[in-house]
């Protein structure tokens, strides 16, 4: 276990793995886009998150 504050990538790890315990499909995503006018390059880190219902608890 990591000693020091829990930084962003930290917090989403473990949502992952919450989310993951809980039996969803889950993937943490980078989209990334270059320079455009006047709209900068740069990254963006979300977490996608599927839920298979079928109605069945």
Do not use: F, T
Request: glycine share 8%.
């Amino acid at each position: 276990m990591k000693s020091g504050p829990c930084k962003a990538s930290c917090i989403r790890d473990s949502l992952v793995k919450l989310l993951r315990l809980s039996r969803y499909d889950v993937a943490v995503c980078v989209l990334r886009w270059q320079r455009s006018g006047n709209v900068l390059r740069g990254d963006h880190v979300y977490i996608d998150v599927v839920n298979y219902n079928n109605g069945n608890s």
